[in-house]
């Protein structure tokens, strides 16, 4: 057995796991912290973009230690066709504030820096250690985790299920559903490194200023999903994502779509010179609000990506990811304050909490948008992704045609590429699905 019973154990070290952990220990509880990579952050994958608010909550003066590699100054959005891109560029000199609410991070470095915060807090980590399944009394209620060590039974109060968007323990468990091809993308990515000063050249950078751009269209080939490239401080990290259903019988393969995308005319001169040193790939939950699973019962509770937490419209996860860890941690240590069980009725003050957060404010808004790209997701990442390029072609082009004549010929290209009722139809279901 490990050691003696803790107040709570938690499943995995990743942005739930550690922002739950944390939390818990900073407010005085016994907490034990289970991850089965040789080091936290070894199995973790992100693009990655920190948003400082949800870590600040946490650890308000973050910015003094932590690996940040460059704050956003600039966002550009693009919609792309095979030879083009339309780009909307939100740049702001007033992103470089004292405070930046926006970075860029390397996970294996950053997941470091946050377990160490987490150790020092107070909390026991045993890395190398896979939980394998939960263990409960005669009344069904979880008192603990079987492990794959020699002495690997552990005992707590409530088991926090942090083990991310494939975790088998809760679904082994008939805690949560099995995640479906149609709820998960599949991403991949890559590192490549250059030199500070070639970075800052190409994006026009100076001091820790960073780009990051979000890019959708063709580059996908049909299929709902996007594409990233984000400025480090001395790499550029740049990945793409389809959902898993969307591949299947096309013999398409992300890394496939990911060297098309690094050789766009748009992204390639990004890239030039540059040395590929890391290749990664995981899954993302974007099945939004439908997807998420029952979050607690007698002893346990589920956080991050494990509980389907992620805002695929806006990308955010690792923030929702410490959100709920966090609002995890605090109600676990309030119940233990009033002396109340970890039961699945007092648990639902976790629910209820998350209720009234961004986090479900923000999935529940957008819950329809999975079902709406489902359906509509060939106009959406093909059909007006070449349109609003032809537009832009017709616009720009100065070849002697008067500019009425070029603003029928935009007009009837949409008309005739999606008919007005077509048009009309997908303006007003986006519409109900954004509300
Ligand atoms: C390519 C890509 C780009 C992304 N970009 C962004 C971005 O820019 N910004 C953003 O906010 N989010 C981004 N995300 C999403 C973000 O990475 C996740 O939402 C976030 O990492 C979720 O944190 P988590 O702790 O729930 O899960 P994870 O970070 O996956 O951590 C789960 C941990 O649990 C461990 N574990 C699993 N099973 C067990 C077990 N049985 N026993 C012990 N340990 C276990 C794993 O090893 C892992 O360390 C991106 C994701 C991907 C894949």
Request: glycine letters at 10%.
């Amino acid at each position: 057995m490990i050691e003696d019973k803790f107040d709570a154990i938690v499943v995995g070290a990743g942005a739930s796991g550690n922002a739950c952990a944390y939390t818990m220990a900073k407010l005085g509880l016994k907490v034990l912290q289970l991850e089965r990579g040789e080091y936290p952050g070894s199995k973790n994958v992100q693009g990655a973009i920190l948003y400082a608010d949800a870590l600040e909550k946490i650890i308000p003066d973050f910015r003094d230690d932590a690996p940040l590699e460059r704050h956003i100054i600039e966002q550009r959005q693009w919609t792309m066709t095979e030879t083009s891109h339309v780009g909307m560029h939100y740049r702001d000199d007033s992103f470089n504030e004292e405070r930046p609410n926006r970075y860029t991070i390397v996970r294996a470095q950053f997941d470091k820096w946050f377990s160490r915060k987490v150790r020092d807090a107070g909390v026991t980590l045993l890395c190398e250690t896979t939980v394998t399944e939960l263990l409960r009394d005669g009344q069904g209620k979880v008192i603990g985790v079987r492990t794959d060590r020699a002495d690997g039974l552990a005992y707590a109060n409530v088991v926090v299920l942090a083990e991310g968007v494939n975790g088998l323990v809760g679904e082994r468990s008939g805690l949560r559903p099995v995640v479906t091809p149609e709820s998960v993308a599949l991403a991949v990515k890559e590192m490549h490194f250059l030199p500070r000063e070639v970075i800052d050249e190409r994006f026009n950078l100076k001091g820790n200023e960073g780009v990051v751009i979000e890019a959708m269209g063709t580059i996908t080939n049909g299929m709902t999903g996007t594409a990233f490239l984000y400025t480090n401080g001395e790499s550029i990290s740049v990945g793409i994502g389809c959902i898993v259903s969307d591949f299947e019988g096309t013999g398409q393969t992300p890394y496939g779509l990911l060297e098309a995308f690094k050789n766009h005319p748009s992204i390639k001169p990004l890239l030039a010179g540059s040395e590929c040193k890391e290749y990664a790939a995981h899954l993302i939950p974007e099945g939004g609000y439908n997807s998420i699973p029952q979050l607690y019962g007698d002893g346990w509770v589920v956080v991050g990506d494990a509980g389907q937490f992620v805002n695929a419209v806006h990308r955010e996860g690792s923030n929702l990811a410490m959100t709920t860890g966090r609002i995890a941690g605090e109600t676990i240590s309030w119940l233990k304050t009033r002396r109340d069980p970890a039961t699945a009725a007092n648990l639902t003050e976790y629910q209820r909490r998350l209720e009234t957060s961004f986090v479900m404010k923000d999935l529940k808004k957008y819950k329809n948008i999975p079902d709406f790209l489902h359906k509509s997701g060939a106009h959406v990442f093909t059909l007006y992704p070449r349109l609003i390029a032809q537009a832009a072609q017709t616009w720009f082009r100065v070849d002697g045609k008067d500019k009425r004549a070029k603003e029928v010929e935009i007009f009837n290209s949409f008309r005739k590429g999606r008919s007005l009722p077509g048009l009309l139809g997908d303006a007003f279901k986006l519409a109900r699905a954004w509300r």
